[in-house]
């Protein structure tokens, strides 16, 4: 009768250390994710500090559907940071030809990377760029308008965090 409780809180106390245990082998637990786009790491550098964060675009050479898409995604977020869009700069590692009377073309501007940096990015593929000139983030568009909108948004989100959250730029 006297090992009956001794039993009882043993079992209390190590249940939960044995689940959680077989919880994490089987990798059954997704860690909490607080950002939209895809994290780089290590993140990569550009050879010129940009003092600025920048949204970076590096679109095909022939702008096809996704990538019109992407600069008119890119562009309607920098408008929904507002007050904050001062802090924010976009830029494209190329300037490709644009079919669209959607994008201001004027507001396009063409940002000089090193041969080496040209090479670590992917097409049709938005970095996220800190001030520091680390290239930490990745949001890649599709040519699908809702399935676009919600990397928009994810952006937008992901943006106004760290302009909040940033001691720089």
């Not at 090193?114 to 520091?132: E, G, R, W």
Request: one cysteine or more; charged letters at 15%; glycine letters at 4%.
């Amino acid at each position: 009768m006297q090992k009956k409780p001794l039993f009882i809180m043993l079992g209390l106390f190590i249940a939960p250390i044995l689940v959680a245990k077989i919880v994490l082998v089987n990798n059954w637990y997704q860690g909490a994710k607080t950002n939209a786009g895809e994290l780089i790491t290590p993140p990569l550098s550009l050879s010129l500090a940009p003092q600025a964060w920048l949204l970076l675009y590096n679109p095909t050479d022939n702008c096809s559907a996704i990538c019109q898409e992407s600069i008119w995604q890119i562009q309607q977020v920098h408008t929904l940071l507002a007050s904050e869009g001062d802090r924010v700069q976009r830029y494209l590692t190329a300037l490709p030809s644009l079919q669209s009377e959607r994008i201001d073309t004027q507001a396009l501007t063409k940002l000089q990377l090193s041969a080496t940096n040209q090479q670590q990015l992917s097409s049709d593929t938005l970095y996220l760029v800190d001030p520091l000139g680390n290239i930490f983030m990745r949001y890649q568009f599709t040519a699908d308008k809702t399935a676009a909108m919600k990397v928009s948004a994810g952006l937008l989100k992901d943006l106004k965090r760290l302009l909040k959250i940033s001691k720089i730029g």
